[in-house]
């Protein structure tokens, strides 16, 4: 184990020069120039978010990787609801689950194995495949002072998005898109991630949040869920009720079909040419944004929200008001909406929620949490009803995987800020076998249109203007 203490970070930050009067005054030109007419989307039938009318998104690619069913459709395009389901390479997620539990054995592995390559290994390709990815656990030499101790970000996901960025610069062969070549790279992320995770949080706990710094070297005959937990935790301890649970947390988020941003974003800028680290980073970025991977700190965040402002979380009351304050936008972010709850595409059922929250309540049984649990499942139970009591109108909220996926990271003891990081290093698996689909399937450059809706105009001289 490393402690290093508290580093200098290289680099001075140097305050802006631009006056923000300037800002100001230019933010509002801005602001002006840049508003389109709402009307003109419907005009020009424009898939606003690559979506059609009823919701659904624009067919734009196929895939042999995830599919996702959350609704049926009839003749007139109408959604019917019916029971999520979610399919790896044909392999419907439940099963795959089933027989890890059954089994007590680690799957994420097999997981990402089955998505890259397209089937499930055998015992002895399993070894092999992990073994691969076990030699790779070990940044390259320097890799961790140079990289990331010594430019630390408050952002853990700015980090990660860097530090893929970075890797780049390590490898003899970085700009070849031949698949053997982008099987190397996508192998070696894998084995990285977890030290580029774990150290980026040490280095941003540290010097931010002024914590002791520890560092552990990963270990090979580990599974990912267990070295992530010991390099993450002070004293590098866990059990194995607890890597077991972020084991399925990990297959759980692995993929999710070719239409999220982040597996889109890869198959587009995968299908430019570019490099696996600029792909790859590029997903990263899609995943930071809020309205994609933050949904699991959302719950976080409201559930800690929620705490502080309904002094018995036992009184179902007092709870039930809580939620009709957020439906208002009076409480919580003023958003309107129940995190946790419904989802674009399931309806009726979430399956990984189905699942995650089998082993929530284990863990939370565990741990003396089983309060907080039942809050999870009340809020579950009650978001439909109270959505119809405050709209006038019944709306099929299933429980999402983030409503329990939140409250597993708590129950592990995982900081808030590593909640999304750890959706980035599960959904890895997906985005490189997106990435190696595209460069084998897709082989055109995606290049959707706009409208340009902008009066003409004639040039006038600067001296006139």
Request: hydrophobic share 35%; net charge neutral.
């Amino acid at each position: 184990m490393f402690n290093f203490g508290k580093r200098i970070i290289v680099g001075i930050k140097t305050p802006s020069n631009i006056p923000k009067s300037y800002l100001s005054l230019k933010t509002a030109e801005i602001e002006k120039v840049n508003i389109i007419d709402e009307s003109l989307y419907k005009k020009y039938n424009v898939k606003r978010g690559l979506r059609n009318a009823n919701g659904t998104g624009v067919l734009v690619g196929l895939t042999n990787i995830g599919e996702i069913k959350g609704y049926e459709t009839d003749q007139e395009g109408s959604k019917i609801p019916c029971e999520g389901k979610l399919y790896y390479r044909g392999y419907e997620i439940k099963d795959l689950v089933r027989n890890y539990i059954e089994e007590d054995r680690f799957g994420f592995e097999e997981v990402t194995y089955l998505l890259i390559f397209g089937s499930l290994p055998t015992e002895k390709q399993l070894q092999a495949f992990t073994e691969y990815v076990s030699n790779q656990r070990e940044l390259p030499m320097g890799f961790s002072r140079d990289m990331i101790l010594n430019t630390p970000s408050k952002s853990i996901m700015n980090k990660l998005a860097r530090s893929v960025l970075a890797l780049y610069s390590y490898d003899e062969n970085p700009d070849s898109t031949d698949i053997e070549n982008v099987l190397r790279q996508s192998i070696s992320l894998i084995g990285y991630f977890p030290a580029l995770l774990a150290y980026s949080y040490q280095a941003k706990s540290s010097y931010f949040d002024n914590r002791t710094l520890h560092l552990r070297y990963p270990k090979a005959e580990l599974s990912t869920a267990e070295n992530i937990l010991r390099m993450l935790r002070s004293d590098g301890s866990y059990t194995d009720l607890e890597a077991k649970s972020l084991d399925l947390s990990l297959i759980l988020h692995a993929e999710h079909g070719g239409g999220n941003n982040s597996a889109f974003t890869t198959h587009l800028v995968s299908s430019s040419g570019t490099d696996t680290y600029s792909a790859i980073s590029a997903a990263i970025g899609s995943l930071k944004g809020p309205k994609h991977g933050g949904a699991n700190i959302a719950v976080i965040k409201m559930i800690k929200d929620l705490k502080e402002n309904v002094k018995d979380i036992s009184n179902r009351k007092e709870v039930d008001n809580y939620l009709i304050k957020v439906l208002k936008k009076q409480a919580n972010d003023k958003s309107g909406l129940i995190y946790g709850v419904g989802h674009a595409i399931y309806t009726l059922s979430d399956p990984r929620a189905i699942m995650l929250k089998e082993m929530a309540k284990k863990l939370a049984s565990s741990n003396g949490m089983m309060e907080d649990y039942m809050l999870h499942e009340y809020i579950e139970e009650r978001a439909s009803s109270l959505y119809e009591q405050v709209h006038g109108e019944k709306k099929t909220m299933c429980a999402n995987v983030d409503l329990y996926s939140g409250f597993v990271y708590e129950a592990l003891n995982i900081p808030e800020d590593i909640a999304t990081p750890l959706f980035a290093l599960a959904r890895l698996s997906g985005w490189t076998a997106h990435r190696i689909e595209e460069l084998a399937a897709g082989k055109k450059l995606i290049r959707p249109a706009y409208l340009s809706v902008a009066e003409k105009k004639e040039f006038v001289p600067i001296k006139k203007r």
